[in-house]
């Protein structure tokens, strides 16, 4: 998605007495508020809204931020042509000599979770201070800042319910992924002739989103194993319960991917059987119609030959001379050996299961 910055930076600040709804700032007023909220002793939360490089470099300069960190933050202004994966790729990273940590989450923009327009926020956690980054709007941090009403009584756990909310937005994709690879399952057995390409158009759009939705939550569970467990994090995350419970939410949305990843596979094998099944069914027809019609033709040989050596040197009934000889004995000899022929040609043929 692409930055919000034509409207101008929109800043939302949760705190003990400085609760302030999203309002839009100017550069220089956004300067002065940040110096203020450097001084405090309280946990304050400030969200930034529709950031471009020069608010990115007044807040690198206010809280001596790494040059990493500033470079993470300012993509999208530098105009890299990259894919969106390459240059936001989620990440923890721990600066102890700049006394923060850096962490870099994919979360939706809207409140129905569309899984195409994913926003990276990016959170700078200090001791008492919550910094939230992003380009555009993500309903979930909107939410929590309205249940807040100005209170934190601590910011690992204000970290926890934000990084909570963008996983359960997740959470509803993986089991719309469930439900539908569940319908395509179904599908197989009672699919028609003119459904094979919206069907095939279906599986590959289900096989892409499960791709990226293992990757972007294995990112999220590294990246929460490593909140647990690099050292000098403890310093950010005391509380370890919190970080243990994000863990088990990502571990299960995975352990259900790789559920809806063999359902999806299983499908996709058992659409291939049936076609495979149906082209052997209409071979086999084929095949039926060419041995009945080469049987016909092998009957009708010999009666051609027959009919092709004596049928023009042969009197036809109304066509005796009143001198001949013969009379009718040689038409009567030529029809009854036809006769014999065809008779013994399909006797033969019943006896061998040939017809």
Sequence with gaps: MEPDVQNGTRVT?????VNQGCQTMALDDLRTLLHKTVQRTHPIWIDVQGIGSDVVKLIGEVFSLHSLTVEDCTHYEEGIHLSFEALEREKME????????????HAFALADFHHDEEVPVKLLVFPNLLLTLHHAPVDCLAHIAGKLKGRIADLAWLVYNILKAITFQYFMVVEQMLQENDTLDQLVDILKEGEQADFLRRV?????????LQMTLSAKRRIVNSMSREEGAEKFFPNLHYLHDLF????VMLTRLEFSDEMLTS????????????????????????KKLTLVATLILPLSLIAGLWGMNVKL?????????WGYWPFTIIMMTCVSV?????????????M
């Design 13 to 17: 600040l949760v705190g003990e007495g």
């Design 267 to 290: 499908t996709s094998e058992a659409y291939t059987s049936m076609t495979s099944l149906n082209v052997a069914l209409a071979a086999n027809a084929t095949n039926e119609i060419m």
């Design 204 to 212: 590959r759009y289900s096989r892409r989103t499960l791709v990226r």
């Design 342 to 354: 065809l008779v013994l040609g399909v006797w033969y043929f019943r006896r061998n299961n040939m």
């Design 317 to 325: 009934p109304g066509m005796i001379d009143s001198d001949t000889e």
């Design 94 to 105: 721990l600066f102890r000599s700049h006394n923060y940590c850096f962490i870099q989450f």
């Design 248 to 251: 088990d939410h990502l571990s």
